[in-house]
């Protein structure tokens, strides 16, 4: 099994800073790998665009209200 250490780019000492931090670029400025950072724009777009449609209206309940067929998360 490899370590963070075992790949070339990351530090030996500890892995690159993007693994644990937001760098604010699609690629890390330090070590060139991708970063996997979200794109929060997109996703309010997405979010929004989602429950506008009828989409989400075949899961509420009609007996319970406005929980979701009837159940809760704790």
């Known amino acids: ?31 060139g790998r991708y970063t996997h950072e979200p794109n929060y724009a997109l ?6 665009e989602y429950y506008k449609s009828d989409k989400p209206k075949e899961y509420i309940c009609p007996v319970e209200g406005g929980t979701i067929r009837g159940w809760w998360s704790i």
């Open 1 to 31: 099994m490899k370590n963070f250490s075992d790949f070339p780019g990351y530090n030996r000492k500890m892995p690159c800073r993007h693994v644990y931090e937001y760098v604010h670029h699609e690629t890390c400025p330090d070590c």
């Open 43 to 48: 996703d309010h777009k997405l979010f929004t």
